[in-house]
């Protein structure tokens, strides 16, 4: 049964689609700067609405210290100024591999 689900599933994609093409890159900016991450620089950025207001918000991890710092969106297509986030009254951090 399977086999036969994804034999349909396979079949029904199309072959044709077509190629996709992005628009140039722009370099993020938040609080009128440009939004950089810190070393050594394996950081995960991802979209989520961390204070409630329906607009999804910027975090960007910090490898080496677990802290992530929030960008909020400001709905006009900019963001403010990076901040820490915050847990009990201090930079909450992740414990990782350091």
Same mark, same amino acid.
């Given at each position: 049964?399977? =086999? =036969?689900?994804?034999? #349909? =599933? #396979?079949?029904?994609?199309?072959?044709?689609?077509?190629?996709?093409?992005? /628009? /140039?890159?722009?370099?993020?900016?938040?609080?009128?700067?440009? #939004?950089?991450?810190?070393?050594? &620089?394996? /950081?995960?950025?991802?979209?989520?609405?961390?204070?409630?207001? &329906?607009?999804?918000?910027? =975090?960007? &991890?910090?490898?080496? &210290?677990?802290?992530?710092?929030?960008?909020?969106?400001?709905?006009?297509?900019?963001?403010? /100024?990076?901040?820490?986030?915050?847990?009990?009254? #201090?930079?909450?951090?992740?414990?990782?591999?350091?």
């Amino acid at each position: 049964m399977k =086999l =036969l689900s994804l034999a #349909v =599933l #396979v079949l029904s994609f199309p072959l044709s689609a077509g190629a996709v093409e992005f /628009a /140039a890159p722009v370099r993020m900016q938040a609080g009128g700067e440009p #939004v950089r991450v810190e070393r050594p &620089g394996y /950081a995960a950025p991802c979209w989520a609405d961390i204070d409630g207001d &329906g607009k999804k918000d910027l =975090l960007v &991890g910090q490898f080496s &210290g677990g802290k992530i710092r929030t960008f909020k969106n400001r709905g006009d297509a900019k963001l403010d /100024a990076g901040e820490w986030l915050i847990a009990g009254g #201090v930079p909450a951090e992740v414990p990782g591999v350091w």
